[in-house]
């Protein structure tokens, strides 16, 4: 029987890159990274690409958007390859709707009528999107508080969603959650104290800035073809210095909102991972070292930290508490 493919997640500035690469040292590994701004080129400090050899980096052009289902079927293949090879795939990142789509599959959407979308976007044009992403507040709240109320993309998809089946994206996305597959093993890497994860969240700003993240930006800046509607510019760190290269906020600012922005992405994905189902955690501590583990949780209602947990047998489990006893 095949082992499971090692899922690694956990929020932004968990740890999880650098425990991923003595995972793949240690157990023939190669590591698939999955991150929504590293599949762009030219997105490499504020993406904080790391150095050690990663899958699924820098693929696309900044213009060129990646979806969810891109990458569940190039990381499909990436994983085969890496098989056919004799080592082992190792899945690693925080962005979770690209996980979502890999081991859970995408949700099964009706099609919507074009004419909608193009509804949307003719009042988009009179009104702007921060006045659409107000009408979806009232109609689907969670969605809309994911969301920044310039995101386009998201907005206009949500909304048409809604227009066109009468119901909720959030309830499409959370009404049949499909179980994860056997064929992997999924890991949260996390510091138990969440002052610990903002020390670290400002820490790697402020070597984003002094690495030349103003000066990566502008070179994108730069690009005619480039502008905030692209996913690769709306991400966060890429929009905020954009703001403050469009003279729009002070330098100050700019670095106040990307840390806020940070938190803000490290919360939403651990909302998201409260509610992944069959997955293991690893809570750490100021420096790195594993304080405890927690398996998936047996009873499904109330926040997960209160959940009664299974007992944890994983393959990768076991791996990573014999090699964090040394990390």
């Not at 968990?14 to 590591?31: D, V």
Request: glycine share 8%; hydrophobic share 40%.
């Amino acid at each position: 029987m095949t082992e499971p493919v090692l899922a690694l997640m956990g929020p932004t500035a968990s740890g999880k890159s650098a425990l991923a690469e003595r995972l793949a040292e240690t157990f023939e590994g190669e590591l698939i990274s999955v991150d929504s701004a590293l599949v762009y080129r030219g997105l490499s400090i504020g993406a904080a690409k790391p150095d050690y050899p990663h899958h699924l980096v820098h693929m696309r052009e900044p213009d060129d958007p990646y979806t969810a289902a891109d990458f569940a079927s190039d990381a499909k293949q990436c994983i085969d390859e890496i098989r056919e090879r004799g080592r082992r795939p190792i899945l690693v990142g925080g962005s979770m709707l690209y996980f979502r789509a890999l081991i859970q599959g995408l949700d099964d959407i009706p099609a919507i009528d074009p004419a909608i979308r193009a509804d949307i976007e003719a009042e988009a044009q009179r009104s702007g999107w921060p006045a659409l992403h107000q009408q979806l507040s009232e109609v689907d709240p969670e969605t809309a508080g994911r969301l920044h109320p310039n995101h386009s993309q998201r907005i206009c998809r949500a909304l048409e969603v809604y227009r066109g089946t009468g119901t909720p994206l959030s309830e499409w996305q959370q009404g049949n959650p499909a179980p994860v597959s056997d064929d992997y093993e999924c890991i949260a890497l996390c510091p138990e104290d969440r002052a610990v994860l903002h020390a670290r969240i400002a820490k790697r700003l402020e070597a984003m800035f002094d690495q030349g993240l103003v000066a990566e930006v502008t070179r994108l800046h730069e690009q005619e073809s480039l502008h905030t509607d692209l996913p690769a510019i709306r991400a966060v760190g890429y929009r905020q210095v954009w703001s403050y290269l469009e003279g729009e906020i002070d330098l100050a600012m700019c670095r106040e909102k990307v840390l806020a922005a940070t938190r803000q992405l490290a919360k939403r994905q651990l909302t998201w991972l409260r509610g992944w189902p069959e997955l293991t955690w690893i809570w750490t501590d100021e420096a790195g070292q594993m304080v405890r583990g927690q398996g998936p949780a047996v009873d499904a209602s109330g926040p997960s930290d209160y959940r009664v947990s299974a007992p944890i047998d994983g393959i990768w489990f076991g791996r990573l508490q014999a090699l964090m006893r040394n990390f």
